[in-house]
């Protein structure tokens, strides 16, 4: 990779890889349930597929917490980028044959794959470093570049290059060449922990978590929020294009525009507008959310629907370093991978309850509001939490 890539600190070329894969999930993610509808899958199938794949998600994080330790974490991501990359290739291959259940089947193996690959990151970092606006970089890092292939993916969807028309199948084939860059970039890097890692095994990982109030406040935020966001957001491209009449190129660069600013604020939050006091971030992140989709709800309105929307959009890459990244540095190194792991596990089984549920609603839409009517009774309940949480967890921290 170079002279300049092997200069760089291990963190931060673990970040780059990180770049190119989330380039490629940008692209793919943006697509993917447009390009399940074009391979005639019905939304609620969609939403079915999507749900069952975190399932599946979850089943294989247990195995995974059973068997791997965090020096295996570099190994993890190879493996899984190997095989999406397979996978993806399979998927583009299988376009327009109408062998939907092949194509299900390779859509949950995806999910699985890319969650294995996205919960292996972070712990990959603190073999070598531990810090809270690192957390925040990694988490800004993903965020910018998935929306940068978002904007590629709007760029050339329907246009037409060297005789060939721009689809989502191209796309997608595309999303794997930019995997492809980021798994030679995973095998230039050469990570090794600090200090000997203290074998822990499942049971006593458990028993850690099970007892540690932090942990389980955490958990219970996680898997509360991740209900909300994934039944008003789950099916986000399939609500703008099908229901607002948004064209795929439109309900791209709305996203994008608004990402992109989200980003924007994410940034400057991290370095100029986190606030001392905990109460304060809380509310900026989550309590001005509450209000905006309880207006929502309460006007019947689809523009004030779509401000609540944008909003969560919006403010959901701020205050990453004092959200999340105390109680996740808070964690033994030991105990990291576990930890990630069952993290991922309460936000998979938060993400499947919600995108079941916006599969139920879905049909049943006529305006936008119908839409948020379980984010509206879902977000006192994580607010709550998260108070609770800062009361008792950063204090002790």
């Known amino acids: 990779m170079g002279e300049k890539f092997a200069r760089l600190k291990d963190e931060n070329k ?42 599946f998600c979850i089943l294989s994080l247990i ?31 299988l376009n327009h044959t109408g062998q939907q259940m092949i194509i299900e089947i390779c859509i949950i193996l995806d999910n699985v794959l890319g969650n294995l690959i996205t919960i292996s990151i972070y712990p990959l970092i603190l073999t070598i470093k531990r810090e809270n606006k690192l957390y925040s970089k990694r988490k800004l890092t993903e965020y910018l570049f998935k929306d940068v292939g978002i904007l590629i993916g709007g760029i050339i969807i329907g246009k037409t290059v060297a005789g060939i028309v721009m689809s989502y199948n191209i796309c997608l084939i595309i999303s794997m060449l930019f995997s492809v860059l980021a798994y030679i970039t995973i095998l230039q890097i050469k990570t090794k922990t600090k200090t000997e890692e203290k074998k822990v095994n499942l049971k006593q990982s458990l028993i850690f978590m099970a007892k540690n109030k932090i942990v389980r406040a955490y958990f219970a935020y996680i898997m509360f929020s991740n209900i909300a966001m994934s039944t008003g957001l789950g099916l986000k491209m399939l609500m703008l294009t099908n229901l607002l009449n948004f064209t795929d190129v439109g309900a791209t660069g709305y996203l994008l525009i608004v990402g992109l ?26 309590g001005i959310r509450l209000w905006l989709y309880a207006l929502a709800f309460l006007s019947n309105n689809v523009i ?25 540095n808070y964690i033994p190194n030991e105990y990291q991978l576990k930890f990630t792991n069952y993290r991922y596990i309460f936000q998979l089984i938060g993400t499947s309850i919600g995108l079941y549920f916006a599969g139920l609603m879905y049909p049943l839409r006529n305006s936008l509001y119908t839409w948020i009517i379980s ?5 006192p309940n994580y607010t709550i939490i998260l108070f609770s949480l800062f009361e008792k967890g950063v204090r002790l921290i």
């Open 14 to 55: 673990i970040l780059i890889m990180l770049a190119f894969y989330s380039i490629s999930i940008g692209i793919w993610e943006n697509f993917k349930q447009l390009w399940l509808q074009d391979n005639s899958l019905e939304v609620t199938r969609i939403s079915q597929i999507l749900s069952i794949s975190g399932l």
């Open 63 to 93: 195995l995974i917490c059973k068997g791997i330790s965090l020096k295996d974490t570099k190994k993890v991501i190879i493996i899984s980028l190997f095989f999406k990359i397979v996978n993806l290739i399979l998927l583009s291959l």
């Open 261 to 286: 600013i989200a980003d924007g604020i994410g940034i400057i939050a991290l370095k100029y507008l986190t606030p001392k006091n905990d109460y304060l971030t809380v509310t900026i992140k989550f």
């Open 304 to 328: 004030n629907g779509l401000i609540a929307i944008t909003w969560s959009i919006l403010i959901s890459t701020a205050y990453e370093n004092v959200i999340d990244a105390p109680y996740i």
């Open 375 to 379: 984010i509206f009774y879902a977000f």
